[in-house]
T-cell receptor
Framework: GIQVEQSPPDLILQEGANSTLRCNFS?????LQWFHQNPWGQLINLFY???GTKQNGRLSATTVATERYSLLYISSSQTTDSGVYFC??????????FGQGTELSVKP | DTGVSQDPRHKITKRGQNVTFRCDPI?????LYWYRQTLGQGPEFLTY????????KSRLLSDRFSAERPKGSFSTLEIQRTEQGDSAMYLC?????????????FGQGTRLTVV
């Protein structure tokens, strides 16, 4: 089946720093989603992005489907950005295949 | 619309007992998905429904697991004869669409602990 790999697995930042999270996938996909998992376990939707670039405040995402990767940019990080970030590729029927996540810790 | 709702939020059960979880999707969403997440891992797909039809089941869904969506609205996930390895977060998601890609939205999850 399709493989989804995220890097880095862990990231520690000082508040105010910028970061880039990467998601590689091994096969063509219908779409891709980025999530932030909050401390209580809920997955919060960040982006639904099959290709191109989208921006939402301090966050933006770029997917290059032909090269099978997506990037999530976080600018001017805040402590509330801490948590686990997941990318998930969307397969037929809407089934999601998740990566292992990037655990981000933003220090004050 | 209050989003996807799951109940209970937490469940502690003794090994060998049966448990049932409920998921209420976003109204008008025709697709409903169940995932399982263990500590330090990404969520893994278990099964999904389009309306009341169960269209796909993962190999992770052993014969002790059963899911239903009887009227195409809420869904239940039952685990019979629970084992310690069933301890995990069970996540439900819903989406609207036909065919390939549709954006999924998740509930808060049910955290199961089997003691």
């Amino acid at each position: 089946g399709i493989q989804v790999e995220q890097s880095p697995p862990d990231l520690i930042l000082q508040e105010g720093a910028n970061s880039t999270l990467r998601c590689n996938f091994s096969d063509s996909v219908n779409n891709l989603q980025w999530f932030h998992q909050n401390p209580w376990g809920q997955l919060i939707n960040l982006f639904y992005i099959p290709s191109g670039t989208k921006q939402n405040g301090r966050l933006s995402a770029t997917t290059v489907a032909t090269e099978r990767y997506s990037l999530l940019y976080i600018s001017s990080s805040q402590t509330t950005d801490s948590g686990v970030y997941f990318c998930a590729v969307v397969r037929w029927g809407g089934k999601l295949i998740f990566g292992q996540g990037t655990e981000l810790s933003v220090k004050p | 619309d209050t989003g996807v709702s799951q109940d209970p939020r937490h469940k502690i059960t003794k090994r060998g007992q049966n448990v049932t979880f409920r998921c209420d999707p976003i109204s008008e969403h025709n697709r409903l998905y169940w995932y399982r997440q263990t500590l330090g891992q990404g969520p893994e797909f278990l099964t999904y429904f389009q309306n009341e039809a169960q269209l796909e089941k993962s190999r992770l869904l052993s014969d002790r697991f059963s899911a239903e969506r009887p009227k195409g609205s809420f869904s239940t996930l039952e685990i019979q004869r629970t084992e310690q390895g069933d301890s995990a977060m069970y996540l439900c998601a819903s989406s609207l669409g036909v065919g390939a890609a549709t954006e999924a939205f998740f509930g808060q999850g049910t955290r199961l602990t089997v003691v």
